[in-house]
């Protein structure tokens, strides 16, 4: 998966989130601070904008990814790693942070358990995922439409971390404790329908998959039931985000 076509999937909802995120992480200046999952850096640069780059490393298991945060953070650590086995001692960062990225890791506890080791003590966990279950994440109106096409169509609202109550639960069963739970929303305004159908269309992601593996024909009827289920341009959608923190 290329870094703009990621961008221009979902950056247009990641990027406004970061800072909404990192207020909720309490992440202050001078704190040492790891972007677990950084994909091509939306939350690093605003960790960095808050923290100072020489406090801020970031891991992602992509290379692509991994050189597109490198090259627009070139002063930060930026590592090829995954959540699950991160390659830091004990005890390094005062914060540990994974935006949009805990229903995609292949073991969600683990995970979170290694971002608990790295974090020191008194210092904070916190991960964010987009609000697939309920209804209000910045996908919702494209599954909407899919399943009243396809109501065999998997979707995303079973993803890890993905409905209100189930970050915490995958916080708990990492071990960690004191867990707080919100959510975070943004608004994002789309100029034209086809500024918001067009990155579909580059198979980033389950919906971009989904897209994919479709024949021209169902391709068209998805994208007129897409069109006809969203307000007239330009439109806003509200994209939510359960949040979840724990101190160490």
Do not use: K
Request: aromatic share 8%; proline share 7%; hydrophobic share 45%.
């Amino acid at each position: 998966m290329s870094a703009d076509a990621y961008d221009r999937f979902m950056g247009r909802y990641s990027v406004p989130l970061s800072p909404l995120f990192a207020d909720f992480a309490r992440v202050r200046s001078g704190q040492r601070v790891i972007d677990v999952g950084c994909g091509p850096g939306a939350l690093t640069a605003e960790l960095v904008t808050r923290a100072g780059a020489e406090s801020v490393t970031a891991v992602d298991p992509s290379e692509s990814f991994v050189e597109a945060a490198r090259a627009r953070n070139p002063e930060v650590d930026i590592r090829l790693a995954s959540a699950e086995e991160l390659p830091f001692a004990d005890r390094t960062f005062g914060a540990a942070l994974a935006q949009l990225v805990v229903h995609f890791m292949s073991d969600p506890v683990a995970g979170l358990r290694e971002m608990g080791r790295v974090t020191a003590a008194d210092g904070v966990v916190a991960a964010c995922v987009w609000d697939h279950a309920g209804g209000t994440g910045p996908l919702s109106p494209f599954w909407d439409a899919v399943r009243s096409l396809d109501g065999a169509a998997p979707g995303e609202s079973e993803l890890p971390g993905s409905r209100e109550g189930d970050l915490t639960r995958l916080f708990v069963e990492a071990g960690l404790g004191e867990v707080e739970e919100t959510s975070l929303a943004v608004n994002v305004e789309h100029a034209t329908f086809d500024e918001w159908w067009e990155p579909f269309t580059h198979g980033v992601g389950p919906a971009g998959a989904y897209v994919a593996a479709l024949d021209p024909e169902r391709r068209s009827a998805l994208r007129e039931q897409c069109r006809e289920a969203l307000p007239d341009p330009p439109f806003v959608l509200v994209a939510r985000a359960w949040a979840a923190r724990s101190r160490t």
